[in-house]
């Protein structure tokens, strides 16, 4: 399923950010990576809702159009049958 292959992606995404050391020396450089690993962290998140959101309306549409289809079927059964009708 899409939608699953999706959220897996960024679970890992999410998983690999957490493998990643606090800080990262260069020589006599030393790099601080947990504000970058919380960003990145939170954007993998942003990107899930948004996407979720998406899938929400998408999926929100087509039961609308089922319902409405169902509605007017019922109509359509429920009407009285007159003379002419046969």
Known sequence: DEFEA????FVRIEKEVDS???QHQISALMLQTANLATS???LSNKWKE????EL???AFAKLEEVSE???NTRKKLTRELGDGDI
């Not at 999706?6 to 992606?9: A, E, G």
């Not at 948004?50 to 959101?53: K, R, V, Y």
């Open 40 to 42: 990145l962290k939170d």
């Open 56 to 58: 929400h309306k998408d």
């Open 69 to 71: 289809t169902i509605k």
């Open 6 to 9: 999706k959220l897996n992606y």
């Open 20 to 22: 990643l050391e606090g």
């Open 50 to 53: 948004a996407f979720a959101s």
